[in-house]
């Protein structure tokens, strides 16, 4: 269940790029945060932020890889409805491209119970209708096949490896258009904190350069340049 504080953070870090947070986290150790194949489906789509909640595919087995098992206790159908509104789906499919891990009524059922959005290094189907349900979806592509043609579902909110990241469940997402990035989730307080003093800094230093101050002890700032930021932020309206 998420709080106050919690809703506050995901509200900073739609206001951050996941190119600030690579950043940050690499100063603070972590350089495989950045989930490689998830992509934008749509072109323009806002960025969103979530806590994750991971979905596990494993390669097909011909036993247990059938259109049967889409009607088991333990298939995607049940794991959509423990998806709480707000969370950010990363679904582990292997990084297969040619059986597609979702369709379009799979995504509709997100959508209309309130999840943020879809993150895999997989691919979609129905390509069409998923688009139409209006859910944000991060994935490396499409495929007409079904999952069962390249992989067999294993369960839901485990640890999983998606697009060669280590993914928790509730560990935070961000993606936007220059892909998707994992928030450790005992890291998410001081990372966002961290992130979004970047952000301004990034923002000040936007506009010198704009006004023509060359980049040397601009970026990043000297101790000259950084008694200029701090100078402004006083002045900054909250």
């Known amino acids: 269940m998420s709080t106050p504080d919690d809703a506050a953070i995901i509200a900073a870090l739609r ?29 323009g789509s806002s960025r969103v932020a979530g806590r994750a909640f991971t979905v596990r595919f494993i390669p097909a087995r011909e036993d247990l890889a059938t259109p049967a098992s889409w009607s088991s206790p333990t298939s995607t159908r049940a794991a959509i409805e423990d998806m709480p509104a707000g969370c950010i789906a990363v679904v582990d499919a292997n990084g297969v491209k040619d059986a597609g891990f979702w369709g379009d009524i ?10 943020a959005a879809l993150v895999s290094d997989g691919v979609v189907r129905d390509v069409a209708g998923v688009l139409a349900t209006g ?23 485990q640890p999983i490896g998606c697009g060669g990241v280590a993914i928790f469940p509730d560990d935070v997402i961000v993606a936007d258009q220059d892909g998707a990035v994992v928030i450790p989730a005992a890291l998410v307080a001081e990372v966002t904190a961290l992130a979004v003093d970047q952000e301004r800094l990034e923002e000040w230093i936007m506009g010198e350069v704009q006004a023509g101050v060359p980049l040397p ?22």
């Not at 194949?37 to 749509?42: E, I, K, N, Q, S």
């Not at 799979?106 to 999840?115: I, P």
């Not at 002890?217 to 309206?237: I, M, W």
């Open 15 to 43: 206001g951050v790029t996941t190119a600030t947070l690579t950043t940050v986290l690499l100063k603070k150790g972590l350089r495989n945060v950045w989930i490689r194949g998830a992509f934008p489906l749509r072109q």
């Open 106 to 115: 799979l995504c509709a059922r997100m959508a209309t119970r309130g999840v």
């Open 135 to 157: 859910l944000a979806i991060w994935a490396a592509g499409v495929a007409a096949p079904p999952s069962v043609a390249g992989l067999t579902f294993v369960d839901w909110q």
């Open 217 to 238: 002890g601009l970026y990043p700032p000297n101790s000259e340049h950084k008694a200029r930021f701090d100078a402004a932020q006083k002045t900054r309206p909250d």
